[in-house]
């Protein structure tokens, strides 16, 4: 079984340009996750989706942050313009239930220049 | 004060050496406690899931909940150069809208070497 696919793995951006995360879930998991991983740092949820419902995005900077999950299985994260500070790992997440038994993908890692 | 305190360490044993890895939080809420692993530039991976004090066993690993001390471990036993890695706690909620939603600690880097 194919696990959670994230794309692209690695992207370097000038500050200010926008940028685009893709994720596929495990099939049939109806929870996803967007989580933000800083060096050293443990990961930070920035929004949760049951379905195509955003159910948490209270950690989501939402004046240049955006999430869609459209249809209820891939989802798109969008930062419009980035910032120096948003280099980081961005991690997509599936589950089937919302007890905590997340499968992460390997992450899509920002440079922000 | 984080809601999850982890010792970032890092920490290097020797193989065969028996590991101990801690978080502590504050949170009383905190009902599901998990374990996941991160090899470098990879995702996290689960390795222990418990919802309740006491121990958990599987194979190597051995997970354990004190909730009266909001205190949980990860022993990691005969420890291999591929446990190399680092090793984050991670909390959940039980219920309302938080429910599902993890916590996770700063990571404990571990290295084992031969």
């Known amino acids: 079984e194919a696990g959670v696919v994230q794309s692209p793995r690695y992207k370097i951006i000038e500050k200010k340009q926008p940028v685009a995360f893709w994720c596929n879930p495990i099939s049939g998991h109806n929870t996803l996750y967007w989580y933000l991983q800083n060096l050293g740092q443990g990961p930070e949820l920035l929004i949760r989706y049951e379905n195509e419902e955003a159910v948490d995005d209270s950690q989501l900077p939402k004046d240049r942050f955006s999430a869609e999950r459209l249809k209820g299985v891939d989802s798109t994260l969008k930062i419009q313009p980035a910032e120096l500070g948003d280099s980081a790992v961005y991690l997509c997440?599936?589950?089937?239930?919302?007890?905590?038994?997340?499968?992460f993908g390997e992450g899509s890692r920002l440079t922000v220049l | 004060q984080k809601e999850v305190e982890q010792d970032p360490g890092p920490l290097s044993v020797p193989e065969g050496a028996i590991v101990s890895l801690n978080c502590t939080y504050s949170n009383s809420a905190f009902q599901y406690f998990m374990w996941y692993r991160q090899y470098s530039r990879k995702g996290p991976e689960l390795l222990m899931y418990?919802?309740?004090?006491g121990n958990k066993e599987d194979g190597r690993f051995t997970a354990q909940v004190d909730k009266s001390s909001k205190y949980i471990s990860l022993f990691i036993r005969d420890s291999q150069p591929s446990d190399s890695a680092t090793y984050l706690c991670?909390?959940?909620?039980?219920?309302?809208?938080?429910?599902?939603?993890?916590?996770f600690g700063q990571g404990t880097i571990l290295t084992v070497h031969p």
């Open positions: 997440a599936s589950s089937l239930s919302r007890s905590g038994e997340l499968f």
């Open positions: 418990t919802y309740s004090s």
């Open positions: 991670a909390l959940a909620n039980a219920g309302g809208t938080s429910y599902g939603k993890l916590t």
